[in-house]
């Protein structure tokens, strides 16, 4: 028996257009360029030193509503800079991919404030303009303040939200995979024909959310449909995470709970058809190294001075729904009342902990990082990511904001070639798209993903 191939670790770096992301007050610490967040130049850079890297993606995260569930007010997070302000990550990556030839992009779309049809060609253009290289993370939004802002009430509740989202996944479907046949565009100079319009079809939609009725504007693009990312850890999320997810972002479990987690997602999309293999799991995760463990201990300490508590209460207030500034209000289940991040209540809440526990999340820990939190030399940190990836079955990991950009760099320069030593993370980027390069099946949507059934068969005659 030859020796057993070793899984390879992706990496990835975690962005958002904005100053303030996960570690509110970061931004604040001397060097850090997060606040060059307006200027191209610095997410070139990122690029580039992300590519150097061999990253798998950048990934941005998005919102689209300012975070004023704490103490009634968006006070805090203007002022702090919790996730505000936040411009719109799609516009940064045609440039970022210009300046970088294997570095893939994820970026955060919210699906209830925008037309199917109108996302489906921003997805195709994108795919077109990196050749390959973009994936979408499917949300549904959960922030009132964003819901309000676009015209509504309020946001929809949970479940609601992916009933929606499960019949705007066909609609986009039928507008990648089934308006254009593959021969459709010919560019036959001679006769003056671009594309055949006979190989180019209506997509008719009737259903219970939507109406579409049109031809998708863009010609097929490498991938047709993205890469397919989500991160929803409440039960219906992991339902609609079982049928379309092609990776899927975890955090807040422990090594134990989060291989119990996958092997759920996994047997879901089973029982959905699909091969379980065509799933990668991405784990959230901090990382402060330095040359030696001591060195690292003092960097974490300096960073940690930099956080900045009444922001951080703000972020979590607004991603979970609920006012850390006051007792939590609960149903008659015992349940607390909210309608923000499931997943992220269950963590704030479990081993039922009190408020005094809860403000915990105001430092610069294990608690606010959501289990994946690693301080210590080169060594250590491979050592505890490799154990993730035995003990918590996952793929790779989507690497935090930490004294910003110097912390892609440490990784980059400190703890990637003790892992390529050990030959778990790759030494050159693989040839092809996005999907090609995580799953070596090609560019398209794999068979058994519902979104291949939507491929152009042409009737018979």
């Known amino acids: 028996m030859g020796n057993k191939v070793k899984k390879k670790i992706s990496l990835n770096a975690f962005y958002a257009n904005t100053p303030g992301q996960n570690w509110i007050g970061l931004w604040s610490v001397p060097g850090s360029r997060a606040h060059e967040y307006t200027s191209l130049s610095y997410w070139t850079d990122v690029a580039r030193i992300a590519e150097r890297g061999l990253f798998d993606s950048v990934f941005f995260a998005d919102t689209n509503g300012v975070h004023d569930v704490y103490q009634g007010s968006p006070r805090a997070a203007i002022e702090r800079a919790a996730m505000f302000p936040m411009n719109d990550p799609l516009l940064l990556i045609p440039t970022m991919a210009y300046v970088t030839k294997n570095l893939s992009f994820g970026v955060t779309s919210n699906l209830t404030y925008e037309p199917p049809y109108a996302l489906a060609r921003r997805f195709s253009t994108l795919d077109h303009l990196t050749d390959g290289r973009i994936s979408w993370n499917v949300v549904t939004g959960f922030q009132d303040s964003a819901a309000r802002a676009m015209g509504m009430e309020h946001q929809r509740e949970h479940d609601e939200r992916y009933d929606i989202a499960d019949e705007y996944m066909e609609v986009v479907y039928k507008l990648w995979e089934c308006s254009w046949e593959d021969d459709a565009v010919v560019v036959d100079r001679v006769n003056r024909v671009y594309a055949r319009a006979d190989r180019v ?66 047997e879901g999309a089973r029982m959905q058809g699909r091969d ?92 606010a990082g959501r289990e994946c ?89």
């Open 276 to 367: 379980p293999a065509q799933i990668k799991f991405i784990l959230m995760a901090t990382i402060v190294t330095a040359p030696t463990e001591s060195e690292a201990r003092d960097k974490y300490a300096a960073l940690q001075r930099h956080i900045d508590a009444e922001g951080m209460l703000a972020l979590y207030s607004g991603l979970s729904g609920i006012d850390l500034s006051k007792e939590i209000e609960r149903a008659a289940d015992g349940r607390p009342v909210n309608n923000g991040i499931t997943s992220l209540v269950e963590h704030l809440l479990k081993e039922d902990r009190s408020l005094d526990r809860l403000r915990d999340i105001t430092n610069f820990s294990r608690q």
């Open 201 to 266: 079809h209506e997509v008719n939609h009737e259903g219970l959310h939507f109406k579409v009725r049109g031809v998708h504007m863009s010609e097929p693009s490498r991938q047709r449909t993205p890469v397919l990312f989500q991160a929803g850890g409440s039960q219906r999320g992991r339902a609609f995470a079982s049928r379309h997810a092609e990776c899927i972002f975890l955090s807040g479990l422990p090594k134990k709970q989060t291989a119990e987690r996958v092997r759920e997602i996994r």
């Open 373 to 461: 939190f690693i301080v210590g030399s080169p060594t250590q940190v491979a050592d505890e990511l490799e154990s993730w990836m035995a003990e918590a079955e996952i793929d790779g990991f989507n690497l935090q904001r930490s004294g910003e950009p110097q912390h892609l760099v440490d990784v980059i320069d400190l703890v990637v070639p003790h892992l390529q030593d050990r030959g778990v993370y790759k030494t050159e980027y693989s040839a092809g798209s996005f999907r090609q390069k995580l799953f070596g099946e090609g560019d398209r949507i794999p068979s058994g993903h519902p979104a291949s059934t939507f491929k152009y068969k042409p009737s018979a005659s």
